[in-house]
């Protein structure tokens, strides 16, 4: 069984579309793709800063996170 804690506590619109547009100003698409993905699909801080852009495939849709040891 898998112990889950449900989060308690969401970026806002108005935060996320600030966080994009420091991404985009950065001119780095891959943090903005990461970004995007990461908001969209409720990534985890764990997950967000270990995303690679070979975790997405856009031909078919698909967004493969790896599995991770946890402390």
Not at 2 to 25: C, G, N, T
């Amino acid at each position: 069984m898998v112990d889950f804690v449900p989060r308690e506590i969401f970026l806002e619109s108005v935060e996320v579309r600030r966080l994009l547009d420091a991404a985009q100003k950065k001119g780095d698409p891959e943090l903005v793709l990461i970004l995007l993905l990461a908001c969209e699909q409720g990534l985890r801080h764990g997950e967000i800063s270990a995303a690679r852009s070979e975790w997405v495939d856009l031909a078919r849709g698909v967004i493969s996170i790896p599995a991770v040891e946890r402390d």
